[in-house]
């Protein structure tokens, strides 16, 4: 009984991730149309247990992608290519945070080697958090 129970427990989980897969993929296409959004970590290798664990996701932007290969042939300097770079996080983070219904605690941090926007979705059903919100 005890292994059926932790079987359905993590089946319910493996859910709440793809149901915040599938909420940011939807929100973000409205925007970005190419975007492409990916699970990574230890929400893709299985090795999470769930519990305090948060979900790594990626996001890959044709637009982005263009400005790095532009930098790094040197079309453009260092300095427009942070600001760009800066207003793509604070454009998913703008996106993000307009849901407060669905999204809290939403935060950009746009000094990291990879930017980032971190925060909790309130709807994913997570088994593992008493409100079934995943971070």
Same mark, same amino acid.
């Given at each position: 009984?005890?292994?059926?129970?932790?079987?359905?427990?993590?089946?319910?989980?493996?859910?709440?991730?793809?149901?915040?897969?599938?909420?940011?993929?939807?929100?973000?296409?409205?925007?970005?149309p190419?975007?492409?959004?990916?699970?990574?970590?230890?929400?893709?290798?299985?090795?999470?247990?769930?519990?305090?664990?948060?979900?790594?996701?990626s996001?890959?932007?044709?637009?982005?992608?263009?400005?790095?290969?532009?930098?790094?042939?040197?079309?453009?300097?260092?300095?427009?290519?942070?600001?760009?770079?800066?207003?793509? +996080?604070?454009? %998913?983070?703008?996106?993000? =945070?307009?849901?407060? #219904?669905? !999204?809290?605690?939403?935060?950009? $941090?746009t000094?990291?080697? +990879?930017?980032? %926007?971190?925060?909790?979705? =309130?709807?994913?059903? #997570?088994? !593992?958090?008493?409100?079934?919100? $995943?971070?």
């Amino acid at each position: 009984a005890w292994l059926e129970f932790r079987r359905v427990l993590f089946r319910s989980y493996d859910a709440a991730v793809r149901k915040l897969h599938q909420t940011i993929s939807k929100l973000l296409k409205n925007r970005f149309p190419k975007a492409r959004v990916s699970i990574y970590g230890s929400c893709l290798s299985k090795l999470s247990l769930g519990k305090g664990a948060d979900v790594d996701l990626s996001l890959w932007l044709p637009e982005a992608a263009k400005l790095q290969t532009d930098f790094q042939e040197g079309r453009i300097e260092a300095g427009k290519y942070e600001r760009q770079m800066k207003q793509f +996080v604070y454009q %998913v983070y703008h996106k993000l =945070n307009a849901r407060s #219904n669905e !999204f809290r605690g939403m935060q950009p $941090i746009t000094r990291a080697r +990879v930017p980032v %926007v971190k925060g909790t979705y =309130n709807f994913a059903n #997570n088994p !593992f958090s008493f409100d079934g919100s $995943i971070k």
